[in-house]
């Protein structure tokens, strides 16, 4: 399995349905994607969407994992809001792949685990 | 105005009612069939014919299932509502893991391919609700993205939800750490197997969604 890295800047200049086709593309051929920052949640559930619809013998889904502050308290949230107005990035870390290599990614807030079958 | 109209507008200012449709959502296996026959015993009663299928099996419901014109009521209120049970949200499905749970080849594919077709009806039908019970089962490790970006959707959408912890009657159960991932959401313990917690959801459903 290769895995891509990806710049935020490269995935931000897409449209959001040009990233999910970008980011899927590189999955079903196997890829494991990681880029800066993360999708938004109407995003990442259409990126969902668009897998499943892809699903076939050879393609079975994706796995998708965010390392990054999720469920913030208001401060982290106000500390969330300032770092992405000042850089324009959203902090954190994102990992797709594809489900039929990736048994598994177990997640906390600090660690991401990808277990390969 | 009549008489007629003023006299029963004074008492339905007492009686309030809401009305809306109320989804069950989380992933596959987490008891939400078993949970929305437990709401339909309780209201349309034991003699109800009305059972939704559950079973131990990942994805055994594959389509939106909808009832309609259920009551739930609460002292001076009381609540009409369409309860949706739906397929589990996930983000892969391989008949291969139907085949190593003992489901014939040719049955797995089918299979796989209608519980595929039920996760995509689940997310477009976010659109159709106004609130949720997004049912987790407490044995398990919380903190998943697909839980994630299903609440994270909830919330863009304006839906109000409760969690639902459900098989707190099981040892390894830990509402406490459903709690401890999602702070900002009421989370309810229930064993919808055992019909225990079934109370409290239902003040916490008056409570949040009326």
Redesign the interface.
Known sequence: MDVKILSFNSLMELTPRQRSEKILSLVKKGDLVVFEGRL???E??NL??K???S?SGKF???????LGA??K?LIEKVKHSLVKVLSGKSPGLTVVGP??TIKE?????NNLEIMLK | MSLKKTFFGFFSFFRRKKKLTMGLYGPPNAGKSTLANVFIKQILGEDSELEFSASSLEHETRSVQKVEKLELKKGSKSMDFTLIDTPG??????YEDFVKKGVKKSDAKIR?KEA?QG??ES?KWLDNVDAVLIVLDATL?P????N??????L??KNKKVIIVANKVDLKTANVEKIKL????YPVVGVSAKKEEGIEELHSKIFEEFF
């Open positions: 938004e949640s109407e990442e559930l969902t969407t897998a499943l619809e699903v079975t889904g994706i796995e998708i994992a965010y999720q469920n308290s489900s039929k990614i177990k997640m906390d807030p | 949200i996930a983000t892969k499905i391989d796989a595929t996760v995509i997310i490790n903190y998943s993205q697909v994630i970006t299903l609440i994270g959707n919330v863009a991932v999602f702070p900002d």
